[in-house]
Nanobody, 128 residues
Framework: QVQLVESGGGLVQAGGSLRLSCAASGRTFSHYAMGWFRQAPGKERECVTAISWSGGNTYYADSVKGRFTISRDNAKNTVYLQMNSLKPEDTAVYFC?????????????????????WGRGTQVTVSS
């Protein structure tokens, strides 16, 4: 499995921006599809966005389309989540996740059960 460490969370006002980073180590990062999930208190963990290991395909939850952008730099073993126009309802712990998809460079998983490596999460708080 790959080890994942998130960074970049914090407190921001509504309408502001944050960029989360997830650094991976331990295996061949470029063969892993990556995802960002979030979990707010009392709610289930949900997939915010995901990207294939080739970077060619992405998935976005309807709630973040047009505001969030996922990207990856395979040379740096890092995946990013650019979050713009943040809303109070975006407040949650954000988790990075990975799934070995070396068999399919275009596959984009989007369910929590699809991923087998997880980071510890980073808190994002959006004030109104």
């Amino acid at each position: 499995q790959v080890q994942l460490v998130e960074s970049g969370g914090g407190l921001v006002q509504a309408g502001g921006s944050l960029r989360l980073s997830c650094a991976a180590s331990g295996r061949t990062f470029s063969h892993y599809a990556m995802g960002w999930f979030r979990q707010a208190p009392g709610k289930e963990r949900e997939c915010v966005t995901a990207i294939s290991w080739s970077g060619g395909n992405t998935y976005y939850a309807d709630s973040v389309k047009g505001r969030f952008t996922i990207s990856r730099d395979n040379a740096k073993n890092t995946v990013y989540l650019q979050m713009n126009s943040l809303k109070p309802e975006d407040t949650a712990v954000y988790f990075c996740a990975a799934k070995d998809t070396s068999y399919s460079p275009q596959y984009v998983p989007s369910r929590s059960a699809d991923f087998n490596s997880w980071g510890r999460g980073t808190q994002v708080t959006v004030s109104s």
